[in-house]
Nanobody
Framework: QVQVVESGGGLVQPGGSLRLSCVVSGSIFSFYNMGWYRQAPGTQRDMVAHITRSSSTNYTNSVKGRFTISRDNAKNMVYLQMNSLKPEDTAVYYC???????????WGKGTLVTVSS
């Protein structure tokens, strides 16, 4: 059974930094393309950053230059380094694993990031 678990959320002041982590268990991590998504209250869940099996990355425009996604296949981990945080970054952040073979998706339960003074 594949499990996806996020951690690292919390309260941070505007301009601060946080690093989110996501661990995948129960399968071969290197088979998965990974993504970070976020959902603020009353809004839809949107993609923030994505990293492929070969570590190609892409970002939504609003976080380019501030957020960095990375992965460590040896540790079954994907990270989201978030710098220069803004109040509008406040949301629940979710990690998604999508198999490159068949497209099955697995989601974590999310971690809350609050940017406020």
């Amino acid at each position: 059974q594949v499990q996806v678990v996020e951690s690292g959320g919390g309260l941070v002041q505007p301009g601060g930094s946080l690093r989110l982590s996501c661990v995948v268990s129960g399968s071969i991590f290197s088979f998965y393309n990974m993504g970070w998504y976020r959902q603020a209250p009353g809004t839809q869940r949107d993609m923030v950053a994505h990293i492929t099996r070969s570590s190609s990355t892409n970002y939504t425009n609003s976080v380019k230059g501030r957020f960095t996604i990375s992965r460590d296949n040896a540790k079954n981990m994907v990270y989201l380094q978030m710098n220069s945080l803004k109040p509008e970054d406040t949301a629940v952040y979710y990690c998604k694993a999508r198999s490159a073979f068949g497209g099955v998706e697995y989601w974590g339960k999310g971690t809350l990031v609050t940017v406020s003074s």
